[in-house]
């Protein structure tokens, strides 16, 4: 006997009896269907069982229930944590946030224990061809690069000039030139001090008792240059290289160093007095400021010399009025810095007339000093 029925679409259906209870499509809407049982003659059909929603809802709104629910109490219960907080100590603290994976098969795809993962032989063979590529173009000329690079710096460093001054790529500035101007000022104060102490200037050195030089003037003026320590530290009747006083040259003071320029040994000084016969330095003699008869203003101490020496060596400007001028502005190459007996300082540019740097040297020769310097 043929079974008939509707679906929810109002499409009428007929199939055989033999198909009762099972499922089928319906063919207009395609929805499932179960197909009811054959109808008796005076008895009631069963009612078909309700169609359950392919999201396991029932048709009461519940969820059904699937085999992975029924799990027993006791192990459906969350699982304990290592430390068992209180009730308490779960209010105050906070869980820990758990690290999300960075892909949904991170897990999946991480190696097994013991056993490591293989690397694709496609990546490897482009790595390396990359790599050598990188090599004979991108290295080849880093290469060229830092080696040219290096060569410049090569080119731009000069042999140590006469007396260890080393040539800087950029060279002193006019700043530099006004700093070394000032510690000029500092000494030519230091003078005036020792004189106003003394009652005289310092020799040029600091003699033994047969008339020997021992230590540069430079020595002598430390303590009015607040090196009062370092002055002590002298033996000041032992020569300026003895093992004792040539342990000291590494510790010159920095008014001492010309600003801008470095040498190739340690405690070297470009700063020197002139000395010799009509000077302010002349051998061991106590020249004051009565002897400066041509005036403090218009006689020259100390300058910037060509080349540096030892610092607590005596050695300076040798002057001779019947000879060559002193060699001078070794470290800027435009002039030199000089200190005058008054304890002022100027600049005085190179071409200076040879007369007039004599006549200013002087301290008594009653020269005119003509105003070309």
């Known amino acids: 006997?043929?079974?008939?029925?509707?679906?929810?679409?109002?499409?009428?259906l007929q199939v055989s009896d033999e198909a009762a209870g099972k499922r089928a499509k319906c063919p207009a809407c395609g929805k499932v269907l179960v197909i009811p049982a054959a109808r008796v003659p005076g008895k009631k059909a069963a009612a078909a069982p309700p169609e359950e929603p392919a999201d396991g809802i029932t048709a009461a709104g519940t969820r059904r229930r699937t085999p992975r629910d029924l799990v027993p109490?006791?192990?459906?219960r969350p699982r304990r944590t290592r430390k068992q907080l209180t009730p308490n100590e779960e209010d105050e603290?906070?869980?820990r946030p758990r690290r999300k994976r960075e892909t949904e098969d991170?897990?999946?795809?991480?190696?097994?224990?013991?056993?490591?993962?293989?690397?694709?032989?496609t990546l490897l063979i482009v790595g390396v061809a990359a790599g050598a590529v990188l090599l004979l173009a991108g290295g080849g000329g880093l290469a060229y690069?830092?080696?040219?690079?290096?060569?410049?710096?090569?080119?731009?460093?000069?042999?140590?000039?006469?007396?260890?001054?080393?040539?800087?790529?950029?060279?002193p500035t006019e700043d530099d030139q006004r700093a070394s101007a000032k510690k000029l000022m500092q000494m030519g104060q230091a003078m005036q001090n020792y004189h106003d102490s003394n009652g005289r200037f310092p020799p040029h050195a600091i003699y033994s008792q047969n008339g020997k030089p021992l230590l540069s003037w430079r020595v002598a003026i430390l303590p009015f240059l607040d090196e009062s320590d370092l002055y002590k530290q002298f033996h000041l009747d032992e020569p300026w290289d003895?093992?004792?006083?040539?342990?000291l040259l590494p510790r010159m003071p920095k008014a001492y160093a010309a600003p801008g320029v470095s040498t190739a040994q340690p405690g070297m000084t470009y700063y020197q007095a002139f000395v010799g016969k009509g000077a302010v330095f002349e051998d061991n003699l106590k020249i004051s400021l009565l002897s400066i008869t041509d005036g403090t203003a218009n006689t020259l101490m100390l300058a910037e010399a060509a080349k540096p020496v030892p610092w607590t060596k005596p050695e300076d400007l040798a002057f001779n009025p019947d000879g060559p001028l002193p060699r001078l502005g070794g470290p800027y190459p435009d002039g030199f810095n000089a200190a005058f007996a008054d304890g002022s300082v100027h600049w005085i540019k190179k071409g200076i007339p040879a007369q007039t740097l004599k006549a200013l040297i002087t301290r008594n020769g009653g020269e005119k000093v003509a105003g070309d310097w």
């Open 145 to 171: 690069w830092l080696l040219s690079k290096d060569g410049n710096k090569l080119a731009q460093k000069q042999a140590p000039a006469e007396g260890g001054q080393v040539a800087q790529e950029q060279g």
């Open 1 to 12: 006997m043929p079974i008939r029925f509707a679906c929810s679409c109002g499409k009428s």
């Open 242 to 247: 003895s093992p004792h006083n040539k342990a």
């Open 93 to 95: 603290e906070e869980p």
């Open 106 to 121: 991170e897990e999946d795809e991480a190696p097994l224990p013991g056993r490591r993962k293989r690397s694709s032989p």
């Open 73 to 76: 109490e006791e192990e459906a």
